[in-house]
């Protein structure tokens, strides 16, 4: 049993391998294929983008293929970066400089934090949400299955924490008292975006 998953972030793979492995199927993503067609996500939604990455694959491949398009929306950056999270400092950008980015737009409107040297509780720059969304195509049948989800919490002004990957060690949740890097893989998997978007996944499948 097997699913491929249309994605290079290796992240989202982790995350992706321990949903299913506990379902007794294997993760296969692009990184196991060579010489596969360009992917061009020029959707206006993350709804779009996941189905544009599903319907390429799979039509080349010729298998049925889940896709994982998500991203950032920051309150006070009017929802930005949003589709463009991953390229957010440029198109081919790291995690690092993504997240230095964000920090930077955030001074530039005036959210910044007042020197915290050892404070518990992170100062809150603005409120945020992740969001997930997943398409699964099937070559033979069309659209089998989209799904969405979010996650609530808020940019604070230093990263913490070494998990996860992306903006998770910006992202806070003050109901668990940690960003979401500080958290174990299991329990980021019980609460995320992408945790309650296969959620929903499930229960549709
Ligand atoms: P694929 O398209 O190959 O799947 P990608 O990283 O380019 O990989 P997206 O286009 O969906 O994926 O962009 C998602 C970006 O949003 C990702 O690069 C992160 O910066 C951010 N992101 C998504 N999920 C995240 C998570 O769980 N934690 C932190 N950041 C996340």
Redesign the pocket.
């Known amino acids: 049993n097997v699913v491929i998953i249309?994605?290079?972030?290796q992240?989202?793979v982790r995350?992706f391998a321990q949903w299913f492995m506990d379902r007794g199927i294997d993760v296969r993503s692009?990184a196991d294929y060579d010489q596969l067609p360009e992917?061009v996500?020029d959707g206006e939604t993350f709804a779009a983008?996941a189905l544009i990455?599903a319907q390429i694959i799979a039509d080349h491949l010729q298998l049925p293929v889940l896709?994982?398009?998500?991203?950032?929306c920051v309150d006070r950056l009017g929802s930005d970066p949003g589709v463009y999270?991953?390229r957010y400092a440029g198109e081919h950008a790291s995690?690092a400089e993504?997240n230095a980015k964000l920090l930077r737009e955030l001074a530039e409107i005036g959210a910044t934090a007042p020197s915290e040297a050892g404070a518990e509780e992170p100062a809150l720059l603005s409120a945020a949400h992740?969001v997930?969304a997943l398409a699964l195509v099937d070559p033979l049948r069309g659209v089998q299955l989209e799904a969405e989800g979010t996650c609530s919490g808020y940019i604070i002004a230093a990263e913490r924490g070494a998990g996860?990957?992306?903006?998770?060690p910006l992202?806070y949740m003050p109901e668990h008292g940690r960003t979401?890097a500080e958290l174990p893989l299991t329990l980021?998997n019980e609460i995320?975006?992408?945790a309650n978007a296969l959620k929903r996944f499930f229960d549709l499948y």
């Open positions: 249309a994605t290079r972030n992240g989202k995350e692009l992917i996500e983008n990455k896709a994982d398009d998500s991203g950032l999270s991953a995690d993504n992740f997930c996860g990957f992306g903006y998770d992202f979401m980021k995320s975006h992408r």
